[in-house]
């Protein structure tokens, strides 16, 4: 009965329904009433403002009104006492962080060691960092693009930032793997940005990196790229740049042809995955470092054992060693090896 009222006459003793007005003043007036009458108002007794005649149970007697005055007083000076307290911890609290802030704010100008690092969380912060970087830099942009063919979304979310450096004379070098080559996206970006850009080609290369005037760098923080790294300590920054300096000097320039293998029928790709079969790695890993799909990178690996007389992944494995594409690639032709049963390969 008791929830019933309340949710059907959601209000407190200093504002009473008119249905309960009426039968509370008749209480006062008349001394009591009949409980049959306060039936339609149980808030009345929810808010003890009636209570049984200890008498007679079939009636109902008024709490006085100079009792509900009070405890209505008495509530709102509570509230008022609840309310000067939350505000001098609010008062407290503040004053606190007020303080704290004076601290950063010395410390940060003591050292700009705080800053060396910063965590990007989120898509959304990551593009706005790259944006702020962007419109700073002045010279030069360095940047590694791992994986395969570049899809056309990757290449038209930067393609803002490319257009603004090139409108400010900045010049452009990105690293790319040799599968990049086969992309029509990546050609067109590169028409489009003229001799802003220069591209260069590995067979692999390291995980994304973007560089801004030699001062700023961004590289992921998660396998996902949902985070990254903002660094701006100069060592790190420095160190690389000289990685990337490394790896520039031995790519091979977009617009010039790859080298050629020197063994019939065996292509610049099928040499660097017998390479890395040479190394243990299981197919999974090989097409994720060429940036191929792990399908392609299979039917080059069955290829390799059609050309080289393989009849066994460990028989393939022999006759990368014997043939020399368990290595970088060789200035001088390998030696000629009879295999058995079929024909051996030609050196070109």
């Given at each position: ?121 989120g898509l959304s912060r990551i593009q706005a960092a790259m944006d702020e970087a962007t419109e700073a ?212």
């Open positions: 009965m008791a929830g019933h009222g309340t949710e059907e006459h959601p209000h407190g003793a200093d504002r009473l329904c008119e249905a309960g007005d009426r039968v509370y003043s008749r209480a006062v007036r008349r001394g009591r009433v009949a409980r049959t009458d306060a039936e339609a108002v149980p808030c009345l007794l929810d808010l003890a403002l009636l209570h049984p005649d200890p008498d007679d149970m079939d009636w109902l007697v008024p709490t006085s009104p100079q009792e509900v005055m009070t405890r209505l007083l008495r509530g709102v000076y509570d509230e008022v006492r609840e309310s000067q307290r939350r505000m001098g911890s609010a008062v407290t609290a503040f004053e606190r962080y007020a303080g704290l802030g004076r601290q950063l704010q010395a410390s940060a100008a003591a050292s700009a060691e705080g800053t060396a690092i910063r965590v990007l969380d830099c002045t010279t030069e942009v360095l940047t590694v693009q791992p994986g395969g063919i570049r899809r056309e979304a990757e290449l038209t979310e930067g393609l803002h930032r490319a257009l603004a450096l090139r409108g400010r004379g900045v010049r452009m070098r990105d690293l790319y793997t040799h599968v990049a080559r086969h992309g029509q996206g990546l050609l067109n970006y590169l028409e489009l940005m003229g001799d802003a850009v220069e591209a260069r080609t590995l067979d692999e290369v390291i995980d994304r990196l973007i560089l801004f005037d030699r001062t700023v760098a961004f590289i992921p923080a998660n396998a996902d790229r949902t985070m990254a790294l903002e660094l701006r300590h100069p060592a790190l920054v420095e160190y690389l740049v000289t990685v990337f300096e490394r790896l520039w000097r031995l790519a091979i320039p977009l617009t010039a042809p790859l080298p050629d293998t020197g063994i019939e029928g065996i292509s610049h790709r099928e040499q660097s995955i017998a390479a890395l079969l040479a190394e243990g790695h299981q197919d999974a890993v090989i097409a994720e470092r060429l940036g191929i799909s792990v399908r392609t990178c299979r039917a080059h690996i069955a290829r390799l054992s059609e050309t080289l007389g393989a009849a066994s992944r460990t028989q393939l494995g022999v006759r990368i060693a014997q043939v020399g594409l368990d290595g970088p690639p060789r200035t001088a032709a390998p030696a000629v090896l009879g295999l058995p049963g079929r024909q051996s390969p030609t050196v070109r």
